[in-house]
C-alpha cells in the first residue's frame, strides 16, 4: 500500500502537466504578453479575422531558433496569403526580442514569457534559462533569460480553437509545415 501511495504521489505533477496540455480542438486559454516592441499583445485582440501560428521557440539568437525565425520571415507573404499570422514565444526579455527581431529584420511579432505562463497555458515544457554570448557582424551580445521553453507550433482557428499542434518541431522545417496545413485548410 504505501508502495502504490509513494507511485501515485512521485506521478501526481506528471498527470497534472498532461492535464493542462492543449490538444486539437481545445479552446485556447486566454493569455497577454508584453511584445518586442513595449506593447502589451492580447489574445483577445488577435482573434476573429486570421489564424494565429504561435510557436515557442527556445532562445532568441540561437543557430536553430535563428533558421526557425528567419523561415516564417522568408515565407510570410504565403502565409498571409492563407489568412495566418505568426506570434513566437520565447523565455527571453523584451530587450533580447527586440535585438533578435532587428538583428534578423523579423516581420512578425515576439512575446517575452519570462515567467512561462504562456507556455504552461499551452502544455509546452520549460526548463531553466542561462546566458546565451555570441557576436552579430562587429557587435559582441549577451542575452539572460530566467526560462527555457520547448520548441512547439500551434495554430489557433479565429474563434480560439486549437486547430494544429506540433510538439516534435523541426526548425528549419516549421513554417513549411504550418503552411502546407493552412493550405489543406482552404
Known sequence: MK???????????LSLIAQNELKVGDKVPAFQAVAD?????KLSDNLGDKYLVVYFYP???TGGCTAQACAYRDLSSELESQNAKVIGVSG?????LEFFKKAHNLNFTLLADENGEIAQKFGVP????GTFKGKFGDQEFELD???TTSRWTFIIDK????V???????????????LSFLKSKS
Do not use: C, H
Open 92 to 96: 527571453d526579455k523584451k530587450e533580447n
Open 159 to 162: 474563434e480560439g480553437k486549437l
Open 145 to 147: 533569460r530566467e526560462l
Open 59 to 61: 532562445a532568441a539568437m
Open 164 to 178: 494544429y499542434k506540433n510538439d516534435q518541431v523541426d526548425a528549419s522545417n516549421d513554417s513549411k509545415e504550418v
Open 3 to 13: 508502495t502504490a501511495l509513494y507511485l501515485l504521489i512521485a506521478f501526481l505533477p
Open 37 to 41: 516592441d513595449g506593447s502589451t499583445w
Open 126 to 129: 520549460i526548463r531553466d534559462g
